[in-house]
């Protein structure tokens, strides 16, 4: 199970529609520092708890990944006792199954009109894979500045967030964040279910372009920062969707 509180909001959005655009890795295969092969996508509970905050809160979501292949996602992680997640599951299997491509959204649909709210990226080893330095991520992260929008990520998701680096410097210097440890990457191999060591550490990339890393554990620990929201691990998703879903609300209000 998970520790989703039921996403209870008093007042809910109720406007014309908002929408949330959920990125995610279509990729699904990470090979480690020893050649090993992972088997990794998104964390299904990353994905899921904040999905059932915002769509609680009033927001629609809509699934994207880089060419529109399907979700990736670590099924071996699926809390499959926890009857919300695995009716949001069901509800959205076609989403997954056939989502948008991320290509066509910023060639087509990235408009000043366009009725986001936010860009959400959920966790997993597999955010790791393809998104970080995927261009047509680095125009939509740019795109969601520039008007305002916010940007949701959490445990490794913040490792997309790279794809906004340029010659011109990184879009999130001087951001502080809440991400999924280095150190505990660096322990999982001996501990716990990482074939090898990481091919390289995402709190090391970011600090390098100037972000501040809020944790030091992976726990419950969120992070707001301007219109950047961060979580630390899949034990925060459910505090990083309320808080999320709160400050769309706000927000939009």
């Known amino acids: 199970t998970t520790d989703y509180d039921g996403g209870a909001y008093a007042q809910p959005y109720n406007g014309d529609k908002l929408r949330v655009l959920m990125v995610c890795t279509e990729q699904r295969?990470?090979?480690?520092?020893n050649g090993k092969k992972f088997s990794t996508g998104n964390h299904p509970v990353e994905m899921a708890l904040p999905m059932l905050h915002l769509l609680a809160a009033g927001f629609e979501v809509d699934v994207v990944t880089p060419t529109g292949a399907p979700v990736a996602i670590e099924m071996w992680a699926m809390p499959d006792k926890d009857e919300d997640v695995k009716k949001l599951y069901r509800d959205y299997a076609a989403a997954f199954e056939k989502p948008q491509s991320l290509a066509d959204f910023v060639a087509d649909d990235m408009t000043d009109d366009a009725p986001y709210a936010a860009v959400f990226i959920p966790g997993g080893h597999g955010a790791m894979l393809g998104l970080p330095d995927n261009a047509d991520l680095g125009k939509l992260l740019h795109w969601a500045q520039d008007r305002g929008l916010f940007t949701l990520a959490i445990c490794h998701g913040p490792a997309a967030l790279l794809a906004a680096k340029s010659q011109a410097g990184f879009l999130f210097d001087g951001y502080e964040m809440a991400v999924f440890p280095d150190a505990v990457d660096k322990q999982t191999p001996m501990i716990g279910y990482l074939p090898g060591h990481m091919p390289w550490r995402v709190?090391?990339?970011?600090?390098?372009?100037?972000?501040?890393?809020?944790?030091?554990?992976?726990d419950k620990s969120c992070q707001i920062d301007r219109n950047l929201i961060t979580g630390a691990s899949p034990a925060a998703a459910n505090n990083f969707?309320?808080?999320a879903a709160e400050a769309l609300l706000k927000a939009a209000r």
């Open 203 to 218: 709190c090391e990339r970011l600090e390098a372009l100037g972000v501040k890393i809020t944790n030091t554990k992976a």
């Open 241 to 243: 969707g309320r808080l």
């Open 29 to 33: 295969n990470m090979e480690m520092a």
